[in-house]
């Protein structure tokens, strides 16, 4: 499995450390890291327009983006037909969104979460296959 990570300069300090969590685990094909690489104010559409392209390239990718409340990389990564980000702040948030919403991208408030919730939220995400059934016909429904 490919994972994208991204953030803008809200967010870098805690994908530093969700990354390195991440790189200790073995199953993952590869991780990505698509920026923000310090703590200096960027634009977060910025980062995400990139690491959407990025991830189009990939088709079974999933992302995990963050920036200060989650909205806005959230928000950004929502314009694009490949994704399904969902915003979670807790892991039974983060598991719904792939089990009934299919998300491919978690959005975390890195201003808002401990590390401890947010790898939490990322196990949850990783972890939890999407269900289909009833949830397939409403994922359906989201890009007409």
């Known amino acids: 499995m490919v994972i994208f990570l991204a953030s803008d300069h809200a967010g870098y300090a ?21 920026g923000t690489y310090s703590d200096a104010a960027v634009d977060y559409p910025d980062i995400i ?24 990389v959230c ?9 399904r980000a969902a ?13 009934h919403n299919d998300a491919n991208v978690l959005c975390l408030p ?10 939490s939220c990322v196990e949850a995400f990783l972890s939890t296959p999407f269900e289909g059934g009833r949830h397939q016909i409403r994922v359906a429904k989201i890009n007409p």
């Open 49 to 72: 327009h990139f690491a959407a392209q990025k991830m189009k390239e990939e088709p079974e990718s999933c992302a995990i983006f963050l920036c200060g409340s989650g909205n806005g």
């Open 75 to 83: 928000m950004t990564a929502n314009r694009y037909p490949h994704m």
């Open 110 to 119: 890195a201003r808002f979460i401990s590390l401890a919730e947010a790898l």
């Open 14 to 34: 805690l994908k530093e450390q969700i990354k390195a969590a991440l790189q200790e685990r073995t199953k993952f094909e590869a991780l990505r890291d698509m």
């Open 87 to 99: 915003l979670a702040w807790n892991a039974e948030i983060a598991k719904l969104a792939r089990q």
